[in-house]
């Protein structure tokens, strides 16, 4: 994801905080799975109707996620499941970039 002036950046970060926080702390990787996928279940009636997310049991949120360590920039390149998360996150908060709410 590009760095952008309209906010959905730091949306997209505080979903990823949002996520970490709920995982941080987990020491084995089941009780982790676990836990991410309660985060994400949290979101699934915010999730858009008919937007092409089939329900999976496991999926990646993000591809690839970069910090550079000179500027502490974030850099995150979304899955389509991902997208569809970082929206129904919006959606919760009442905004939805593709209706074009705020």
């Known amino acids: ?23 941080l702390d987990i020491g084995n990787e ?32 993000c591809s690839k996620i970069e910090i550079n360590p000179e500027t502490n920039a974030v850099s995150v390149a979304f899955t389509p499941q991902g997208w569809a998360f970082l929206r129904a996150e919006l959606r919760r908060r009442g905004l939805d970039p593709v209706m074009g709410t705020s």
């Not at 906010?7 to 990823?16: D, E, H, P, V």
């Not at 915010?46 to 937007?51: F, K, N």
Request: proline share 5%.
């Open 1 to 23: 994801m590009s760095r952008s002036t309209d906010g959905s950046s730091t949306l997209a970060c505080r979903l990823m905080a949002e996520r970490l926080e709920h995982t």
């Open 30 to 61: 089941a009780a982790h799975q676990q836990a991410a996928q309660a985060f994400l279940d949290d979101l699934r009636p915010c999730l858009h109707p008919g937007g092409g997310l089939a329900p999976r049991a496991t999926f990646s949120v």
